[in-house]
């Protein structure tokens, strides 16, 4: 083999990999619907070593995450941002969990009183679910998150308290080919209404600041928005401000509210690139979708 195609070859084993599992917020949605940009809740599979992988969140697209895991994967890194029930509700169902010694590492934010294993046995226990934390055969590791950065195969991990109801945070993710930030419930308007001109408080952009890829809250039409001031969740304006101010290269708008379907995302997408200006790419999160960073 050639030195140029050995070079290519080993770009191409360092270029980090996004599949997108899960894009709803708040509910699953599925059926014909929804069926472009998907019904199941947040969930994200990141690759950046053959042998591991990051899971973003774990909605109920966590599920065929692990149906269609790599065999070759021997660890998992699951990064929560928060407990709520649609980031969460797919873990039950992540078949990796119920392999004997396979090893897996959840982290994610503690509360102000209780750690996060504690928090997470709450709902892996009855009555809420048949198997409790502890039975779970696998090699479990549970982190509670800290301001220092944490290394994962392949991939530098950093994360920051968010504005959202509860100790949530958003994640930013640093390979050898790019850089990833991860906000799907941020409601940074409730903490600076305009970005530009206090861009110290606005709220996740320390993780944010400079990314190739951004996927980020767009849950609400701004008349939506007008009655659910406080829940936690962006307009696309917001999400377009926060972009431009973060000066990311490509946007993915993602954490569809269930009551939108695919004509509607459609048309509403189409109106927001037309609108947008070019000042970065926008890519509207679909179930199934593969992201290549660098």
């Not at 969930?43 to 269609?68: F, K, N, Q, S, Y």
Request: aromatic share 8%; with cysteine.
């Amino acid at each position: 083999m050639g030195r140029a195609s050995r070079r290519g070859r080993d770009l191409l084993e360092r270029q980090v990999r996004v599949t997108i599992w899960g894009t709803r917020g708040s509910q699953a949605a599925p059926g014909p619907d929804t069926v472009r940009y998907g019904g199941n809740t947040s969930c994200i599979e990141v690759c950046a070593v053959p042998d591991a992988r990051v899971v973003l969140d774990a909605g109920t697209g966590m599920r065929l995450l692990g149906v269609h895991l790599a065999p070759e994967v021997r660890r998992i890194d699951v990064l929560l941002t928060h407990l709520h029930m649609d980031h969460i509700q797919g873990l039950g169902f992540f078949a990796p969990l119920f392999v004997p010694d396979f090893e897996v590492h959840i982290w994610g934010p503690a509360s102000a009183t209780l750690d996060l294993r504690t928090r997470l046995t709450r709902y892996m226990s009855p009555p809420l679910f048949p198997v409790r934390l502890p039975e779970l055969p696998c090699d479990l590791h549970v982190h509670d998150l800290h301001a220092a950065p944490v290394a994962v195969p392949g991939l530098s991990v950093r994360a920051a308290l968010v504005c959202h109801p509860g100790a949530t945070v958003g994640y930013r993710l640093d390979g050898a080919s790019g850089s990833l930030a991860y906000l799907p419930d941020h409601e940074p308007v409730m903490v600076s209404a305009k970005f530009a001109e206090s861009p110290e408080w606005c709220s996740g952009l320390e993780i944010a600041a400079g990314v190739d890829v951004l996927i980020h809250d767009a849950q609400y039409t701004d008349a939506e928005y007008r009655d659910r001031v406080g829940w936690g969740h962006s307009t696309m304006a917001h999400t377009l401000a926060f972009a431009q101010l973060a000066h990311v290269k490509r946007l993915v708008p993602f954490h569809y509210d269930p009551a939108h379907d695919d004509d509607m995302l459609d048309a509403f997408f189409a109106e927001v690139i037309a609108e947008a200006g070019g000042a970065f790419t926008i890519e509207p999160a679909r179930e199934g979708a593969t992201i290549e960073i660098g």
